[in-house]
């Protein structure tokens, strides 16, 4: 069966990195694309990236644009998510989410990592 | 890129129906047929429920439809259940190669 399963919560200071994982399983890595969606506390969705299944193709939303990175390890088919200059409105529950080849929707999300910027 | 506008809420009696509208522009809802629909339960991630405007995953009640008139995107939910009560996000993709969620209408059910 299909699984997304991410890193743990984390605490970090204003100005600090994050790096999130996902470890996925239970399909053919190379047939979907990931994407990482983040979703504050009673706030909706927000899409953030999406690394396609080639792994070279990523496109940011231009909100993260030049503190955001996305990168793969295809031998432990890993994904990872790494947001740099934290601030506190990065404090929000970050989701990897898995996407068909051409099919532009969200099939299987992982459980979310949450994420706490704070002082 | 701002997000879709969804209705913040809606409420209807059991067994009613409701519509939810998702309204973008001609560079997202209306320019691609890559609208999806995506429930959400408190405490629980997204789950979808409509992709491709109208089209239904296997494992999703027939209750649950999608249309699109120009830039705004429809959920139709008929017959409404308890279970139903939930958090509902409309979702597009962009001419920019992004994608952009709605943001996002409360279900209650009378």
């Known amino acids: 069966q299909v699984q997304l399963v991410q890193s743990g919560a984390e605490v970090k200071r204003p100005g600090a990195s994050i790096k999130v994982s996902c470890k996925t399983s239970g399909y053919t890595f190379t047939d979907y694309h990931i994407h990482w969606v983040r979703q504050a506390r009673g706030q909706g969705p927000e899409w953030m990236a999406i690394?396609?299944?080639?792994?070279?193709?990523?496109v940011y939303a231009q909100k993260f644009q030049g503190r955001l990175s996305l990168t793969r390890d295809t031998s432990s088919t890993t994904y990872y998510m790494e947001l740099s200059s934290l601030r506190f409105e990065d404090t929000a529950l970050y989701y990897c989410?898995?996407?068909?080849?051409?099919?532009?929707?969200?099939?299987?999300w992982g459980p979310g990592t949450l994420v706490t910027v704070s002082s | 890129q701002s997000a879709l506008t969804q209705p913040a809420s809606v409420s209807e009696s059991l067994g009613q129906s409701i519509t939810i509208s998702c309204t973008g522009t001609?560079?997202?809802?209306?320019?691609?047929?890559?609208v999806s629909w995506y429930q959400q339960h408190p405490g629980k991630a997204p789950k979808l429920m409509i992709y491709e405007v109208s089209y239904r995953p296997s494992d999703i009640s027939t209750r649950f439809s999608g249309s699109k008139s120009g830039n705004t995107a429809s959920l139709t939910i008929s017959g409404l259940q308890a279970e139903d009560e939930a958090d509902y996000y409309c979702?597009?993709?962009?001419?920019?190669?992004?994608?952009?969620f709605g943001s996002g209408t409360r279900v209650s059910v009378l």
């Open positions: 690394m396609k299944a080639d792994g070279h193709t990523i």
């Open positions: 989410v898995r996407e068909g080849v051409s099919v532009y929707h969200f099939d299987y």
């Open positions: 001609s560079s997202d809802v209306g320019g691609y047929n890559f």
């Open positions: 979702n597009s993709f962009t001419g920019t190669g992004t994608y952009v």
